[in-house]
């Protein structure tokens, strides 16, 4: 069974920084792409990183240059580095994988944890 468990989310200041962490149950070697998505209230789930396992990483505009995704393959985790944090950034946020598996691929999504910027 894969399971993706987030943590780090928290209440944060303006400017602040945070570290999210997903454990991943699977190996990394069977993911296709991995990274994080969020949904704040009355929005849209959006991309937030996306990390292909050709080593490229796209980010979502309105985290471009203050957010850094990465993984530790050797631990199973994901990480998401988020710096000059803004109150729009207030979100609940998932970690997300697809996964190739007998030549199907599968999406898998964490159970999300909130992330509130404020003063």
């Known amino acids: 069974q894969v399971r993706l468990v987030e943590s780090g989310g928290g209440l944060v200041q303006p400017g602040g920084s945070l570290r999210l962490s997903c454990a991943i149950s699977v190996s990394m070697h069977s993911i296709n792409v991995m990274g994080w998505y969020r949904q704040s209230l009355g929005k849209e789930r959006e991309m937030v990183a996306a990390?292909?396992?050709?080593?490229?990483?796209e980010y979502g505009d309105s985290v471009k240059g203050r957010f850094t995704s990465s993984a530790d393959n050797a631990k199973n985790m994901l990480y998401l580095q988020m710096y000059s944090l803004k109150p729009e950034d207030t979100a609940v946020y998932y970690c997300?994988?697809?996964?190739?598996?007998?030549?199907?691929?599968?999406?898998?999504w964490g159970q999300g944890t909130q992330v509130t910027v404020s003063s």
């Open positions: 997300h994988i697809n996964q190739r598996v007998s030549g199907n691929e599968l999406d898998y």
């Open positions: 990390m292909t396992m050709g080593g490229s990483t």
